[in-house]
């Protein structure tokens, strides 16, 4: 069974800093369409940073405006973790946030922040920033 177990989520105060990590078994994040996505109650769960990589070629890094210059979407494929650094977070980045993998590449590149691209999810991590 695929299994995708985010961490690291917690409470910090504004302008501070998290790394949440997304562990990931049989599945491998070496290739394919990594992201995390975050839900605010009550709304649509929205993607907000990808990592990309078809085979040998570079991984392509993609954020949403919200994120961007704040977060970084990373991978270690010796641990098969995804990570994604917050740097100056700010209370409206509070959420649950979710790690995702999906292996269609023509849904990757054509609908990199659809929820639809992505068949492997975790269960989520909180976030809560404080002002």
């Known amino acids: 069974q695929v299994h995708l177990v985010e961490s690291g989520g917690g409470s910090v105060q504004a302008g501070g800093s998290l790394t949440l990590s997304c562990a990931a078994t049989r599945i491998y994040l070496t290739n394919g369409c990594m992201a995390w996505f975050r839900q605010y109650p009550g709304q649509e769960r929205e993607g907000i940073a990808v990592i990309a990589q078809e085979g040998d070629q570079d991984a392509i890094l993609s954020y949403d405006d919200s994120v961007k210059g704040r977060f970084t979407i990373s991978k270690d494929g010796a641990k098969n973790t995804l990570y994604l650094t917050m740097t100056n977070l700010k209370p409206e980045d509070t959420a649950m946030y979710y790690c995702?993998?999906?292996?269609?590449?023509?849904?990757?590149?054509?609908?990199?922040?659809?929820?639809?691209?992505?068949?492997?999810w975790g269960q989520g991590t909180q976030v809560t920033v404080s002002s």
């Open positions: 995702a993998a999906g292996y269609d590449w023509i849904a990757c590149s054509r609908r990199t922040y659809s929820r639809s691209t992505y068949g492997y």
